[in-house]
């Protein structure tokens, strides 16, 4: 199975994810994490504004979709925690994967720049950083989504929406 957790940066997806691998493999030790960030560091994409361009995302997220398959293919569970802004290619993991689950996280652009973990809001505001997800490359939460998480203040703990997620996706006995 499938389960492909998407938002902006700083939504939560690698912490959630983390969560939901740790979780899933008390009950399925053949689960495996998958970072899209992690995918860009292995692959030498994340070197120059153009790994990041719409382009540059489009090859990524193909990259992305390939690797699950690889490994769903062995049977292997797969965590995808990944900033995909194509819905062309969220709705063709429903036809290539024979379990998918695909999970919105939802938080308040307020909210993203005050935690800026990677600090991409910050350079984007100083004019230092272009292709900028929700800022100048624009992103709405997928309408494929089974399962959408509000992550803003007040959320409950990642372990709490991890637990959500594998409940929602069947993947728990």
């Known amino acids: 199975m499938v389960i492909w957790l998407v938002g902006l940066s700083g939504a939560g997806k690698t912490t959630i994810g983390r969560e939901v691998c740790r979780l899933w493999k008390q009950y399925a030790p053949g689960t495996v994490l998958l970072d899209g960030d992690d995918l860009r560091r292995i692959t030498g994409q994340?070197?120059?504004?153009?790994?990041?361009?719409?382009?540059?995302?489009?090859?990524?997220?193909?990259?992305?979709?390939?690797?699950?398959?690889?490994?769903?293919?062995?049977?292997?569970?797969?965590?995808?925690?990944?900033?995909?802004?194509?819905?062309?290619?969220?709705?063709?993991?429903?036809?290539r994967f024979t379990q998918y689950f695909q999970?919105?996280?939802?938080?308040?652009?307020?909210?993203?720049?005050?935690?800026?973990?990677?600090?991409?809001?910050?350079?984007?505001?100083?004019?230092?950083?272009?292709?900028?997800?929700?800022?100048?490359?624009a992103f709405s939460l997928p309408r494929t989504s089974d399962l959408t998480l509000h992550t803003g203040p007040g959320a409950p703990s990642p372990e709490s929406l991890a637990r959500h997620i594998l409940e929602q996706a069947g993947a728990l006995p």
């Open 46 to 95: 994340d070197q120059t504004q153009q790994d990041y361009s719409v382009d540059g995302r489009r090859k990524n997220a193909e990259r992305i979709v390939r690797a699950c398959d690889w490994l769903n293919g062995q049977d292997i569970n797969v965590v995808c925690c990944v900033l995909c802004i194509f819905e062309d290619i969220m709705r063709a993991n429903r036809v």
């Open 103 to 137: 999970v919105g996280l939802d938080c308040p652009l307020e909210e993203l720049k005050r935690r800026d973990t990677k600090g991409l809001y910050a350079r984007f505001g100083q004019g230092l950083e272009k292709n900028v997800v929700g800022m100048d490359i």
